[in-house]
């Protein structure tokens, strides 16, 4: 994330060398620049915690603690980056195949909030 935002800072520094690159030109770097310097924060921000009780979900502007027996579901919705949406009693909260053993924290949180696997 943070390559694809200097290299987008790149682009629009390289574009302001030119006269009559049209507006909709530097918006769009400019979008694709805020774009990946957002998810660069969001995924130095994200952490899940597990300890003996729960999960700790620190995200972008929320922190959540989920107890295992609060913990109702997990789907798993496949494709080129997985998402683990994790639903508890009133709330939840996502991962995705970014974060390192996902796999593991997956099965983890399956196993100790007690779920089995749907067929």
Do not use: N
């Amino acid at each position: 994330m943070g390559t694809a935002a200097l290299l987008w800072l790149f682009v629009l520094v390289y574009l302001m060398q030119f006269e009559g690159v049209p507006a909709k030109t530097f918006i769009s770097a400019i979008f694709f620049v805020v774009f990946f310097g957002v998810s660069l924060t969001y995924y130095a921000r994200t952490a899940i915690v597990v300890d003996g009780g729960g999960v700790t979900y620190r995200g972008l502007v929320r922190t959540d603690y989920f107890a295992f027996r609060d913990i109702l579901k997990v789907d798993i919705l496949p494709g080129p980056v997985t998402v683990y949406a994790v639903r508890g009693r009133g709330r939840g909260m996502h991962f995705t195949s970014f974060f390192t053993q996902h796999r593991r924290l997956m099965q983890l949180l399956v196993e100790r909030a007690g779920l089995s696997p749907m067929r």
